[in-house]
């Protein structure tokens, strides 16, 4: 009680801010003076809105709403701005608070969120996983509708209680018999269903380069006619990748949060996102008011395949390159700037020349040199030089006669190859081969003298950017990883070399 005519409540939840939740306290005041109820603080439309909600929510859970009295309720800090339902059970629990219904001390050391319906029901909000994560962290007990419940139940240590009604709240405020704490749902990660790579008769390259992408986490390019299997390759990949570490699909959990669409059987399951060709630079990398995340976002620590590369916008692919480097996105609005997470493992694929057909000869085509140049021309140098491998895949008629039999499946033991190579590198860098620094290079892609003149003379031969030199080595030290050697020789730098399907395409055009 601040003075005989001000009572001030304090009540503390979260906002939701891209992937992380800043703490907001609630600060509710009844003071005398003419009936009224504001709520000051950088609120949105839906926080305001709230005023009506909580009013009904009392009054139809039986419990008495402060009448001829000036309600002032403060959303601290008072520059974040607030939207969304999320903050109308930690309203409606500190105006119960102010008025002397439930004692202060209750309050102390819980955050509330959820959003009321007019009889005092709890809905379920958006962004529950980063509140919670957040709240543990600080020592709290979160209370939050009971629809968010196996949302929240992912986490292995927390301090969690689920409600389904105001009512259920106060009792479990002011009762000596507390709602338990949730326990946490261990359920075991599944395995995608994406089939398996025995799928694919022949293209015995195109197979080897998903066992090189998986192993250490290489953007990779298809390049060959329709119909060869680009995209089946494509799908063959996520069944390669180790599930997701707790701590990684937490991560990955928090993004799928924010946008309402986390399933929390599937919290630690990479995914496939493949984005139509018309999509536009705003649903690929992020955007709307408030910034939400983007395709390359949604996956993170997952695979995003691009299909018929050069149909999307060139504005649109060249929005990829700073992603690429940088494994983030900044989001920035009138008001807003966010930053999420964009680790995701590009896949591509793409048809050599508007026809299709086009194997580096005029003959195969049925384009012309300046028709197939201003094709492939959507696609940008500086992004090309940030794709690991670009592969052929080309029509095989010798594999016609073949058929799909029955055998033993190999996704699972190219798994296995795979979790060991990354468990070789992270042991030894503490990371994967694909995310070296250019300044790690030299300690752990070293070359011998003849190794790297060999190379110096292919990336002048091919006319490769400094870039492309890096991701060569970092390709060989993927492979020598997967041959289980310590040193990268010249049969890994070969071998990496081999995967310049586009550029040596492209070397052939020009010199029609």
């Known amino acids: 009680m601040a003075s005989k005519t001000v009572s001030i409540a304090r009540v503390y939840t979260r906002a939701q801010y891209g992937i992380d939740a800043p703490l907001v306290c609630v600060e509710i005041a009844l003071a005398s003076g003419l009936p009224a ?134 009792e479990h405020l002011t009762s000596p018999t507390p709602i338990p704490y949730l326990q946490p749902n261990n359920i075991p990660p599944p395995l995608p269903d994406t089939g398996d790579i025995t799928d694919v008769i022949g293209q015995e390259q195109a197979k080897r380069a998903l066992l090189l992408a998986a192993a250490g986490g290489h953007h990779v390019l298809f390049v060959g006619p329709p119909g060869t299997g680009k995209t089946m390759l494509a799908q063959r990949l996520l069944g390669l990748l180790p599930p997701l570490s707790e701590a990684e699909g937490l991560e990955v959990a928090a993004i799928r949060s924010i946008t309402g669409a986390l399933k929390h059987t599937h919290w630690q399951e990479r995914v496939l996102r493949a984005p139509h060709h018309s999509c536009s630079a705003a649903a690929l990398v992020g955007g709307s008011s ?74 195969s085509a049925r384009a012309t040199p300046e028709q197939i140049i201003k094709y492939l ?80 003379a292919a990336i002048e031969q091919f006319h490769l950017s400094h870039r492309a030199y890096h991701r060569l080595l970092r390709l060989a030290r993927t492979i020598a990883d997967l041959a289980e050697q310590n040193q990268i020789s010249r049969p890994h730098l070969a071998e990496a070399l081999s995967y310049r399907a586009l550029d040596r395409l492209l070397q052939q055009l020009h010199t029609h």
């Not at 950088?42 to 009392?58: H, K, M, N, W, Y």
């Not at 402060?66 to 974040?80: F, H, Q, S, W, Y």
């Not at 793409?350 to 086009?358: A, E, I, W």
């Not at 029509?395 to 016609?400: D, I, M, T």
């Open 290 to 363: 408030p910034p939400q995340p983007g395709e390359i976002s949604l996956a993170h620590r997952s695979l995003l395949f691009l299909d018929e590369l050069p149909e999307f916008a060139r504005h649109v692919l060249d929005s990829l390159r700073e992603p690429l480097e940088s494994r983030t996105v900044t989001i920035s609005r009138a008001g807003h700037q966010v930053t999420y997470p964009a680790h995701f493992q590009l896949v591509c694929a793409l048809n050599p020349s508007p026809c299709g057909h086009f194997d580096g000869t005029l003959a």
């Open 377 to 456: 021309g959507k696609l940008s140098g500086p992004l090309l030089d940030r794709i690991d491998m670009q592969v052929e895949v080309l029509r095989q008629p010798e594999v016609l006669q073949q058929q799909a039999v029955a055998s033993e499946k190999l996704s699972p033991h190219w798994r296995a190859a795979v979790v060991a190579a990354r468990q070789r590198q992270l042991e030894r860098q503490g990371c994967l081969n694909s995310e070296l620094a250019p300044t790690q290079l030299p300690q752990w892609c070293g070359l011998s003298d003849v190794d790297h003149e060999f190379l110096v």
């Open 37 to 170: 109820f504001t709520i000051v603080g950088l609120p949105q439309t839906g926080v305001r809105e709230a005023r009506d909600r909580v009013r009904s929510a009392i009054l139809a859970s039986g419990y008495d709403f402060p009448r001829g009295t000036k309600i002032t309720v403060n959303l601290a800090p008072a520059d974040l701005p607030k939207h969304g339902a999320r903050y109308d059970l930690a309203i409606a629990i500190g105006i119960m608070v102010a008025a002397g219904q439930i004692n202060e001390r209750a309050v102390v050391g819980r955050e509330f969120y959820g959003e009321l319906t007019l009889n005092g029901e709890l809905r379920d909000v958006t962004g529950i996983l980063p509140a919670v994560i957040q709240c543990r962290n600080e020592g709290r007990e979160a209370v939050i509708p009971f629809d968010n419940a196996a949302e929240a139940a992912m986490l292995s240590q927390q301090q969690c209680v689920a409600a389904e009604s105001l009512r259920d709240v106060f």
